[in-house]
């Protein structure tokens, strides 16, 4: 059973960049084909897919691109994202998962992470 654990800033201020980390309990040639995947939960909201790593490609959703990198270090066992020009409307709680076959379906996920934009 993989497992996955955010960690990262629990509060940043508005106009900083948000960065969070996802460490995998494992690293092997069946994960190594894993996509890797961010999705966040603001207050009140439903689940917002950010983006995701697979095999050196990323993809992520049409509205955050411009503001959003995610990378993997596959000596770590990790992989990061990064939100630039936050603003109070990325305060939510964010999830890294693992899926088999698609950066849109999600077979592991961490415990998920709070973090707020405020001054």
């Known amino acids: 059973q993989v497992q996955l654990q955010e960690s990262g800033q629990g509060m940043v201020k508005p106009t900083r960049t948000l960065s969070l980390t996802c460490t995998v309990s494992?690293?092997?040639?069946?994960?190594?084909?894993?996509?890797w995947i961010w999705i966040r939960q603001p207050p009140g909201k439903g689940l917002e897919w950010i983006g995701a790593?697979?095999?050196?490609?990323?993809y992520y959703s049409p509205s955050l691109k411009s503001r959003t990198s995610i990378s993997r270090d596959t000596s770590k066992n990790q992989f990061t994202l990064q939100l630039s020009s936050v603003t109070p409307e990325d305060t939510a709680v964010y999830y890294c998962?693992?899926?088999?076959?698609?950066?849109?379906?999600?077979?592991?996920w961490g415990q998920g992470t709070q973090v707020t934009v405020s001054s």
């Open positions: 998962a693992g899926g088999y076959s698609s950066p849109y379906e999600y077979a592991y």
């Open positions: 494992e690293c092997s040639p069946t994960t190594n084909l894993y996509y």
């Open positions: 790593i697979h095999s050196g490609s990323t």
